[in-house]
């Protein structure tokens, strides 16, 4: 082998060595933040996850009964000044029945997200039949957890 096809080769390696660091470097310069749009601290700028995402989640749910009716269940967010629900409403219906506890994001959920802290609120709920059940209570928010209600 000559010493032109060493420097050649040599010239290779160093451009192939540089490709890979500049390659790592680019990648590790994402932005990082909270990427879960649902999150109360959601960075739309965020381009990885770096786990700081935040919000307090609340899931009503009923255990299995006869002939159960969709049950309409309503946050009363109005007795707070300056809260900040994240969800489009105030309402969500329970569609399933639960033979035990449900995980807190099972779907037939009454599911709902807030981003205030610990807070204590009030809810409503009702079988969409006329003169079926009714319930009514208070809950209060978890800091970035779960709360499950069984409606009894």
């Known amino acids: 082998m000559n010493d032109k096809t060493k420097k050649m080769k040599a010239n290779l390696l160093l451009m192939l060595l540089f490709a890979t660091i500049l390659i790592i470097g680019i990648s590790s310069c994402k932005k990082k933040g909270c990427t879960n749009s649902n999150a109360c601290n959601y960075d739309k700028t ?29 946050i009363n967010v109005a007795q707070h000044t300056g809260v900040s629900i994240n969800y489009t409403t105030t309402s969500d219906n329970i569609t399933a029945d639960f033979v035990s506890e449900p995980d807190c994001y099972a779907a037939g959920c009454a599911t709902f997200y807030f981003c205030d802290g610990v807070e204590t609120y009030s809810y409503t709920a009702s079988e969409k039949s006329p003169g079926a059940h009714n319930w009514s209570g208070t809950f209060t928010t978890e800091e970035n957890g779960c709360v499950s209600v069984e409606l009894k």
């Open 46 to 74: 965020a381009e990885k996850d770096d786990g700081s995402c935040k919000r307090n989640h609340v899931s009503f749910w009923k255990k299995t009964s006869n002939a159960l009716e969709d049950i309409v269940v309503t």
